[in-house]
Structure formats: C-alpha cells, structure tokens
C-alpha cells in the first residue's frame, strides 16, 4: 500500500476538478507529517485520477487538477 493512499483517496472524493490543500490539511488527512518521500509518490495519484499540478514550499500548498 502507498502510505499516501489516505490522500490520494480524499483528493479523489472530493471530485472537484482543481484542489488547494495546504501542507497542514495534508498532514491531518494522513496522520503524519508530509516529507521528501511525497515527491517520489505523487504520480500514484494519477491512478487515482488526479495529477499533482503544484507544490509550493513558500504558501505551504499542493494543488492537484482532475485528469479528464
């Protein structure tokens, strides 16, 4: 299993075709803190529909776009 699966899944019930999470709510929805694994992981959430758009270390956000 991705240990980023938890988010992955949100991201996909969401269902809305762009989300801004913030580093902060990413944390909670996993349950532990985000690290530089997240990089290696973020193209398993295109199986999940979704694409990791944007990281963005200033705001503390990642944006993910709905795959059509």
Not at 10 to 22: C, F, I, M, N, R
């Amino acid at each position: 299993m991705d240990k980023y699966e938890k988010l992955w899944r949100s991201v996909q019930e969401s269902g809305v075709p762009v989300l801004k999470l913030t580093f902060a709510e990413i944390e909670e929805i996993l349950g532990f803190p985000m690290d530089h694994a997240f990089l290696s992981y973020k193209k398993n959430s295109l199986a999940y529909g979704y694409e990791v758009k944007k990281i963005s270390l200033k705001e503390k956000t990642v944006v993910f776009c709905q795959r059509i």
